[in-house]
């Protein structure tokens, strides 16, 4: 029975050990290795720009800054106690969009305030939690540094890909002929992908900071205001799908650190090798 069972767990794992161990070794060649930083870009690019998208739709709902919430608390304000028996439950606001929820259950989600506000003209709202979410999604948060964060990491990937496919179009009279400029023009373009890596890098900390400091900041201010029966909270999705994408930012500006440190140490032995082949085709001209 031992001997079966041993037979049968080297069925079952040798495929995929040998299958993970062929994949780790081809992430030794450049390429792969680049095309795993455009990977990781293009994921940070799609978690951002999810982020800018939240609550354009009830499946989107989920992704929000800031979260207004009536709570079932009786309260001596008769128009705060009303709060409870009120058909908006709650509103969610993001960047450019707005959702509502009623006891239903029912989400409405739109860009446009005025087409939220023409639905909601028979809905009570004692507390105006529609008119906090569309004051925080106008004026108390802006989309400006996102954007801006979304098209740098759309630039370092595509430098990315240029940088990939340099690496395949080398040839062997390339290699002969052209080998320094080549190699000058690689580590020039090494040095502005890691400059663009690094100013990707922060400007998506600052974005990321900031979103964090402006919405605490909101929540905050709101809970000191007479507010008894609503709950204010920012948006934990938000939050992950943010500091996913600086985790990945940061794998890929440490991978183009280290191509950058194991290409400089190759350009010199180009550089050397160049040298050496010019000072012996002079010798053997003087020996001429």
Not at 162 to 181: F, G, H, Q, R, W
Not at 217 to 225: E, G, R
Request: charged residues 15%; contains cysteine; neutral net charge.
């Amino acid at each position: 029975m031992a001997q079966v069972r041993r037979y049968r767990l080297n069925i079952t794992f040798s495929a995929p050990v040998k299958w993970i161990g062929t994949r780790l070794w081809d992430l030794q060649t450049p390429r792969n290795r680049c095309y795993i930083m455009i990977t990781l870009l293009l994921a940070a690019i799609i978690q951002l720009s999810v982020i800018l998208a939240g609550c354009s739709s009830p499946s989107l709902k989920d992704i929000y800054l800031l979260s207004l919430i009536y709570t079932k608390t009786s309260s001596p304000n008769p128009v705060v106690a009303n709060a409870s028996e009120t058909t908006l439950v709650e509103v969610r606001a993001s960047y450019f969009n707005l959702c509502i929820r009623e006891v239903s259950d029912e989400w409405l989600c739109s860009s446009s305030v005025s087409a939220l506000a023409r639905q909601l003209s028979s809905i009570d709202d004692p507390e105006d939690l529609f008119g906090l979410g569309a004051k925080f999604m106008k004026r108390d948060i802006s989309c400006g540094p996102m954007m801006a964060v979304i098209f740098l990491n759309a630039i370092v990937a595509a430098f990315l890909g240029l940088l990939a496919c340099l690496s395949n179009s080398k040839t062997a009279d390339d290699e002969d002929d052209n080998s320094s400029i080549l190699a000058l023009g690689r580590n020039s373009l090494l040095l502005i992908f890691a400059l663009a890596a690094a100013s990707s890098l922060l400007l998506t900390l600052a974005a990321m900071v900031w979103q964090q400091v402006a919405t605490g900041s909101v929540v905050s201010v709101l809970q000191n205001a007479p507010y008894k029966n609503v709950l204010f909270r920012t948006g934990k999705v938000v939050m992950i799908l943010g500091w996913c994408a600086v985790a990945w930012i940061v794998i890929v500006v440490l991978g183009i650190i280290v191509r950058s440190f194991a290409v400089l140490p190759l350009s010199r032995l180009v550089d050397k090798s160049s040298e050496s082949g010019s000072e012996s085709g002079s010798g053997s001209l003087i020996d001429d």
